[in-house]
Nanobody, 114 residues
Framework: QVQLAESGGGLVQAGGSLRLSCVAS???????MGWYRQAPGKQRELVAT???????NYADSVKGRFTISRDNAKNTVYLQMNSLKPEDTAVYYC?????????WGQGTQVTVSS
């Protein structure tokens, strides 16, 4: 299983943008990948997923604002986040979606100020 390292989080004002990156320690060519987030006091929730073929799926709360993409040559998955809202504040986790379970990164904090 790959190890995952997220980066790109930070503090941004409402309406701003951030791009998160997730670099894997090995090939992600045959792995479905995803981004999840967890806000304080809440359960971890799905943000977006992308299959090996490039099909994407988004939580209703981020549709039209966030875009997930992948670069298999760089073993990297991205999450472009636009029009950020204070309710997007959370720790964002990258995940490798293995059939027998998920492999998680350590997370990156995103804070959106109003």
């Amino acid at each position: 299983q790959v190890q995952l390292a997220e980066s790109g989080g930070g503090l941004v004002q409402a309406g701003g943008s951030l791009r998160l990156s997730c670099v894997a320690s090995g090939s992600i060519f045959s792995i479905n990948m995803g981004w999840y987030r967890q806000a304080p006091g809440k359960q971890r929730e799905l943000v977006a997923t992308i299959t090996t073929g490039g099909s994407t799926n988004y939580a209703d709360s981020v549709k039209g604002r966030f875009t997930i993409s992948r670069d298999n040559a760089k073993n990297t998955v991205y999450l472009q986040m636009n029009s950020l809202k204070p309710e997007d504040t959370a720790v964002y986790y990258c995940a490798a979606l293995y059939g027998r379970g998920y492999r998680w990164g350590q997370g990156t904090q995103v804070t959106v100020s109003s």
